[in-house]
């Protein structure tokens, strides 16, 4: 096929491409060869028409050797990652990686911006004043190496072409195609020099994956990537149909992962941060039991190991260390709209879809490439499902610096809550391990 246009049509038509394909199209795409408008369309017709489990290789493949590879052989071993397919309220990650660094794991974490509604670690890290989201690749290893845990971004040298397919991704309603997930995750993760990599797969409304179907072959598919690269891939399925934790907005959840890491975080944050992080020092050291990893992990919370750990690493990214304490250090937002419980009963769904949405419309999502994130604002949770409420209890709070959608994120907040006469049956938070 000589014109790019020839992959695009022949993508449209169900047909399979190669890895020569795929390299033309990344190597291309991030030079600047092919414009946004045909990366579009050739992103749009394997949405439509799926990509096979072959494809999604050789995407991954053309990805990851677009640019470099970490060489981590000078960071002691084990070497090992995190990473989540993104929900609302996510902020897991300030806290489980934390744990695991704490417990002699070494993290070099590349991060990406928030897809859609659901906030990035990236946006997420971006609130902290003065912290540096993108390192040049010396100082990230260096950092991993003293520090045991790095944070940063896709830079013109780590993950060039995910860097762009992501910001185009997420306007182009191309988000939750599983191939195209896996591809951008998987080549983020092999270049950073991996042993051993975790993802926690989110399924549920406030999720990309809705189905636990879906992220089971998601899990097994980066499962398989994983193998041929010689890095050994675990796959937990969590809940995300409503928000983790009380939080949904960059700087909110910066403090709720503080006031975890101080032992005073939401159960679900740190039932799920200690078990992330349990499984991410058991990946480093399989000699040994799951049992002992998870005992050490909530060892490591509780004596305050985790949030020294995270502190010293927000100090070595050019933040101030201070903000885990002080709340008043991180962007604030200027007004509050209260959302209140129509009458008495118990609250058997919030749709984490609908809070998320809110979220991104007073501004802590994006609608286009170009949109700049409003650290300040966002949502703060007052109850969960199956709590009980009366008539005029408060459910939650948005909080804005922009009056401009306040009233249609007050609604999607307000749809976003049902209640019922009984309490719920209760939903697991993890749902099953893919290895």
């Known amino acids: ?14 047909e399979e491409l190669t890895l020569e394909d795929f390299e033309r199209l990344v190597n291309g795409f991030t030079r600047s060869e092919i414009p946004d408008y045909q990366m579009s369309a050739f992103l749009m017709a394997g949405y439509c028409n799926d990509f096979t489990d072959a494809e999604a290789t050789a995407l991954t493949m053309a990805m990851l050797n677009c640019g470099h590879r970490l060489d981590m052989s000078d960071v002691p071993k084990p070497r090992v990652d995190k990473h989540s397919t993104g929900g609302v309220g996510d902020k897991v990650t300030l806290v489980a990686a934390p744990i695991a660094a704490a417990a002699g794991i070494k993290i070099p974490m590349i991060i990406g911006r928030g897809l859609g509604h659901t906030g990035g670690t990236f946006d997420k890290l971006q609130s902290i004043p003065g912290f540096r989201t993108e390192l040049k690749m010396g100082e990230f ?14 830079t013109d040298e780590i993950s060039p072409a995910d860097r762009r397919l992501y910001a185009l991704r997420d306007v182009t309603g191309t988000v939750e195609c599983a191939a195209l997930i896996a591809a951008s995750i ?3 993760k092999l270049a950073e020099g991996l042993d051993a990599l975790l993802l926690d797969i989110k399924v549920g409304r406030g999720a990309l994956i809705k189905g636990r179907g879906e992220a089971r072959k998601l899990a097994q598919l980066m499962i398989s990537i994983g193998r041929r690269m010689n890095v050994s891939v675990q796959a937990l399925l969590t809940d995300m149909d409503q928000p983790l934790g009380f939080t949904v907005g960059n700087a909110l959840e910066v403090m709720e992962a ?7 975080g939401p159960p679900d944050v740190t039932t799920l941060s200690i078990e992330l992080a349990a499984r991410m020092i058991y990946l480093g050291e399989p000699s040994r039991s799951m049992e002992s990893a998870r005992d050490q992990a909530q060892q490591l919370l509780a004596d305050g190991s985790a949030l020294t750990k995270f502190r010293d690493v927000i100090a070595a990214q050019g933040g101030d260390p201070e903000i885990v304490y002080r709340f008043d250090l991180l962007p604030n937002a200027s007004g509050e709209q209260v959302v209140t419980s129509p009458r008495d009963g118990f609250i058997g769904r919030i749709n984490a879809d609908d809070i998320g949405r809110a979220a991104a419309m007073l501004g802590a999502g994006r609608d286009n490439v170009e949109d700049t994130i409003d650290p300040a604002v966002g949502v703060i949770l007052q109850s969960k499902v199956g709590d009980q ?7 939650c709070a948005l909080y804005y ?5 306040v009233a249609e994120a007050v609604q999607l907040v307000e749809d976003a809550f049902r209640l019922s006469a009984n309490p719920p049956e209760p939903r697991p938070l993890i749902l099953d391990l893919v290895q």
Do not use: P, Y
């Open 141 to 154: 290893q260096t950092q991993v190496k003293e520090h045991g845990l790095a944070f940063t971004g896709q």
């Open 401 to 405: 610096t922009a009056e401009t959608h």
């Open 389 to 395: 409420v009366v008539a005029g209890q408060q459910l």
């Open 186 to 188: 998987m080549s983020k």
């Open 258 to 264: 503080s006031q975890t890491l101080q032992g005073q």
């Open 1 to 14: 096929m000589d014109r790019i246009v020839d992959l695009i049509r022949a993508k449209r038509d169900g």
